[in-house]
């Protein structure tokens, strides 16, 4: 496949744990020169293949330079602090998730970039929300931090599409489980918590009930969601908050039940902490029909598929690791 080298792209907090394997996949698209990362620390990986600049999000000046620098085309906005994270210290989380996209949305609209990308999150939703197969268009009243900075932003995304034409396209991401790193602070972090457990033979505690369904989707998933969005025409695009989109979804009992199947010895108790009162706010699953319609999303990972997948890259890490040295 040839690369399209015409496009620029800047991410922002590409340390996270979308951002290191979305900047991976933008790079086979565009050609690893044209992908800028930025986050407000150098990146954990020692040899960098990417083009690094230390950016606070909420420096607007700071962000105008890059995007000068760099002829920035796109912007891939991934810089937040995450549910769980943001219930810590609510006036920081709330100062950066809001300014942060304000300073993208007036850069774009400044400078006519081709296109924002800015993820959204089923937190949007809350106890009000129809709990099973929640709607695209739905009561939207969040309980915490996060979900009312989320809800914010799509309103503004929206605002900044209607009044300036800026061609920002956003998805409500449930919780998204990956092998390259580990989670930041979110509600559904246990997911990916457990398998390193597992792999490793140490006992893992769940701060969720072992009941709790919540929507989930694999990060190859999500990455493929986010790719098919932006690929989409603008004129599909008939959704500027943000898309409802789902993988599957599943309690902890049925994850640990399934991991069980290849790590029988797995010890797990349930400890709920301050993050069951979040998870109990949000949907059990999505109806994601509108994004299904609209672009042709559709999920290529069930449960069973993502936990085989998920053993097969780790023990893969576990073994180059031990090859190093490193355990």
Known sequence: ??????QKILITGANGQLGSELADALAAKFGTDNIIITDISIPPNSVQKFKFEKLDVMDFDALVRLVKKYHISQIYHLAAILSAKGENNPKTAWKINMDGLLNVLEVARIFGLDKVFWPSSIAVFGPSSPKNLTPQHSITEPETNYGISKHAG?????????????????????????????PGGGTTDYAVEVFHKAVNNEPFICFLEKDMHLPMMFMPDAIK??????????????VRTSYNIQGMSFSPEALISEIKKYYPELLATYQPDFRQKIAESWPASIDDKVAKKEWNWKPDFTIKKMVKEMFVQLEIQKKELMKEGVL
């Open 154 to 182: 799509e309103l503004w995304c929206n605002y900044y599409f209607q009044k300036y034409g800026v061609d920002v396209r956003s998805l409500r991401y449930p919780g998204i489980i990956g092998y390259k790193s580990m």
């Open 1 to 6: 496949m040839q690369k399209n080298t015409t």
């Open 225 to 238: 969601a986010t790719l098919q969005l932006m690929d989409a025409k603008k004129e599909n695009i008939k």
